[in-house]
């Protein structure tokens, strides 16, 4: 089987993946989808979620803490003053940074303006439940995504992984004594990034938040609010000036294992560097 690249200036012919891989994409597209026939049950499943008492309360626990567990306090972040068409201007893909640590403030500034939880509001019929909310879309507000911090030159973290505590604001150090080695290893980054870069900020997706009110739809609702949290990264790191660069050459279990995860229940999905840029490739 092949396909021809339209967008390209001479189009050539080029073999598509086997049929094994293309099957694959096909079951998970199927398996996804909402049909005429299996919406009204959907629909009906999430009035019941949003209705019931214990569904409700267990949904206000959209978020990860993990107690008794170090704590790095983040400083107060800036404010981001770049208006958002300049931002969006800003934003590219960074491949040559400084290696100079990232100040925590900048580190925090990213973190906060783009994943807190901004709001908390209340559900009138479960009196007592509130519920924490993030500026960027989430399906059903059940928000799967959480964040970690793997440091390589950022100030006031030297070789721990950190969790980032939506809610509290803060960094809980989970890992401690991660050669550098090992965590680039993980990510698969070659050494020039290795050494520029900053820190990198992998998203994962506790998919059973999502799942449980959507079924199989819930899987992609949590890939998309992914890249929604991630594009916040992106344009608030370029209105302070850093670089960026959204990488997908992780090794997904040495990555799950690095952030002491299972890499099913909870699982990543996404990672940006983020670090200073060097002069000669400036934003």
């Known amino acids: 089987m092949v396909y021809l690249d339209k967008s390209a200036a001479s189009p050539v012919p080029t073999f598509a993946q ?18 005429r026939y299996d919406l009204p049950a ?3 499943h999430s009035f019941r979620y949003m209705s019931g008492t214990v569904e409700v309360k267990s ?17 107060v972040p800036d404010s981001v003053e770049m ?43 479960v009196p007592g439940v509130e519920l924490s909310l993030a500026s960027f879309p989430s399906g059903g507000g059940l928000f799967p995504t959480e964040a970690y911090v793997v440091p390589f030159a950022c100030e006031g973290l030297v070789d721990g992984i950190a969790h980032f505590d939506a809610r509290g604001r803060s960094l809980e150090l989970i890992r401690s004594s991660v050669g550098a080695a ?15 870069i900053g820190a990198a900020i992998l998203l994962t997706a506790t998919f059973q938040r999502s799942t449980v009110k959507y079924g199989g739809r819930g899987y992609r609702f949590a890939l998309l609010e992914a890249g929604h949290a991630a594009q916040n990264l992106l344009l608030v790191a370029a209105a302070l000036g850093l670089g960026t660069l959204a990488w997908g050459g992780y090794l997904d279990d040495e990555v799950a294992t690095l952030l002491g995860i299972n890499g099913v229940e909870e699982a990543p999905v996404h990672c940006i560097l983020l670090g200073v840029p060097s002069e000669q490739d400036a934003p």
């Open 182 to 196: 090992e965590r680039a290893s993980a990510l698969g980054l070659p050494p020039a990034l290795r050494d520029g």
């Open 83 to 125: 208006h958002l068409d300049q931002a969006l201007n800003e934003r590219r893909s960074q491949r040559q940074y400084a290696g100079t640590p990232l100040p925590l403030r900048q580190l925090s500034t990213v973190l906060v303006r783009s994943l807190a939880r901004e709001r908390i509001t209340s559900v009138g019929h």
């Open 18 to 35: 086997s049929r094994t891989d293309n099957a694959l994409v096909e079951d998970f597209h199927a398996a996804t989808k909402f049909t």
């Open 42 to 44: 959907q629909v009906l």
């Open 59 to 75: 949904q206000a626990l959209n978020y990860k803490c993990y107690l008794d567990y170090p704590t790095v306090p983040l400083p």
